[in-house]
């Protein structure tokens, strides 16, 4: 059997390791995955280091090319680009795709991720930071539901890397302690991504171990 395209590293638990495996699994794209096991500290292991400056998961190989690529937000983009998927039908939507994935690190994904990080243990925190992640993720879920008001995905008329990234984020939200009940139109933009040809939630798309093809 021929190796796929890409080898994702990462690991199950990670969000932006998800957002990866989604865009691959709704595009269609089978991809190998090595398993990163951060609690052993493999992400600081000179070896990995030396492909992923930052220490951190996901890593995408291409191996048509060689390319290793970091930084989920910015591998979504390169994917859309190689697949011809998702990238936004016109510069325009483009350019919305790309301020909505600027705006997700910024401001959404940082407190959704930290406050599940803190309710699941794998992170300390006092509770005033907690306090303060989970206002800040309470505004960016708001701004988020206001803009969905009236649309079906963020940008266009169809899913855009911009819908997997946020996706990739809005679905720990209530693992995180946030309630989702009162946010209508971001409920039913994530039905409509769970309803997308490919979709899969973390568990059922990233491998928990390594799965290279023979
Ligand atoms: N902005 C990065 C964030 C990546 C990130 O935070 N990864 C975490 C796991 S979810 C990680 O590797 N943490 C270990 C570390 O930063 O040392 C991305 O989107 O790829």
């Known amino acids: ?59 995408l190989e291409d191996r048509s090319n060689g390319r290793g690529l970091c930084q989920a937000a910015s591998i979504l983009e390169y994917l859309a680009d190689v697949t011809g998927k998702m990238g936004g039908a016109t510069l325009d939507e483009r350019i919305r795709a790309r301020e ?68 990739g984020v809005a679905s720990y939200a209530e693992a995180g302690g946030f309630s989702l009940e009162a946010r209508p139109a971001l409920r039913a933009w994530m039905a409509r991504i769970e309803a997308l040809p490919g979709f899969g939630p973390p568990e059922a798309i990233v491998p928990k171990e390594t799965r290279l093809t023979a």
Request: charged share 20%; net charge negative; with cysteine.
């Open 1 to 59: 059997m021929t190796a796929p395209r890409f080898l994702l590293h990462g690991i199950w638990l990670s969000g932006p390791t998800y957002k990866v495996a989604l865009f691959l699994a709704l595009a269609g794209e089978p991809f190998d995955f090595e398993l990163v096991n951060l609690r052993e500290g493999a992400h600081k292991a000179p070896g990995y280091v030396a492909r992923q400056r930052y220490g951190q998961v996901p890593l």
């Open 100 to 167: 909505w994935m600027f705006w997700d690190y910024d401001r959404f994904a940082v407190p959704i991720y930290r406050c599940r990080g803190v309710k699941l243990g794998f992170r300390q925190a006092p509770e005033e930071a907690v306090a303060m992640w989970t206002a800040e993720g309470e505004a960016a879920l708001a701004v988020l539901d206001g803009h969905l008001q009236g649309r079906d995905f963020l940008v266009g008329e169809g899913p855009t890397m911009a819908d997997v990234d946020l996706y």
